[in-house]
């Protein structure tokens, strides 16, 4: 520390580095250079997750302005790191769903291994909505993921699983090719008595989702037959 002797006789003292001043000024720009920046040099989890969800929420707001700029790249490139590095299951649907936006079909073949480990920490029904993603993105991914997220139903006896596969497969059913729709039928062959036996009443039911999943039955049911 130093100190030097004014004018006025009053004694300054001044740090042996001083200190720099910072200004900031709100352009109303999301500066997506500046935040991939601080995740890499920020330590604290709970921080770095936000940053991630802080990018998800920028993109998915911003699609059309980030095709045409450089910040298309760069979350390419910070997908594509964050798929192979990433061993927690806090972002990992996040990860996986920035991954997919931005890479492309045969990009998401050549990684599927890092993407189904990351897949290993996202609840089922997360993942359940990521890989009917995956399977209307390209036919090749189709008949890798139709097969897994029926297995993904029978592991778990979900009602709420099922309503949710039953609604989003119906929306694209007839995009599906032949094996997958033989695929989703053996499946509701498996689980009909759940949800078309008469002897089961939806009013006397604990379950909240079995009325919901019933009528996603019945309508994806419908549009299977009239394929």
Known sequence: ?????????????????????????????????TILEMYKEEQNAEIKSKLIQATMIYYQGHREQIKASTDDALLKAFYGDLIVKNSSS??????????????????????????????????????????????????????IYMPSMIETLKKNNRTDLDDMFFGITKMGYKRLSSKSQEQVK????????????????????????LGMARKSFSDLHNESHNN
């Open 1 to 33: 520390m130093f100190s030097v002797l004014n004018s006025d006789g009053a004694i300054l003292f001044e740090p042996p580095k001083k200190i720099s001043k910072s200004f900031y000024v709100c352009d109303k720009r999301f500066h997506l250079d």
């Open 186 to 209: 053996a499946y509701m062959n498996s689980v009909r008595n759940k949800y078309m036996s008469p002897s089961l009443s939806v009013s006397g039911s604990s379950d909240p989702y």
């Open 90 to 143: 806090k972002d990992a649907d996040n990860i996986i769903r920035g991954y997919i936006d931005f890479h492309s079909p045969q990009e998401i073949l050549e990684n599927r291994k890092q993407i189904d480990k990351q897949f290993t920490y996202v609840e089922p029904h997360l993942a359940l909505g990521l890989k009917q993603q995956l399977i209307f993105t390209s036919k090749e991914l189709e008949a």
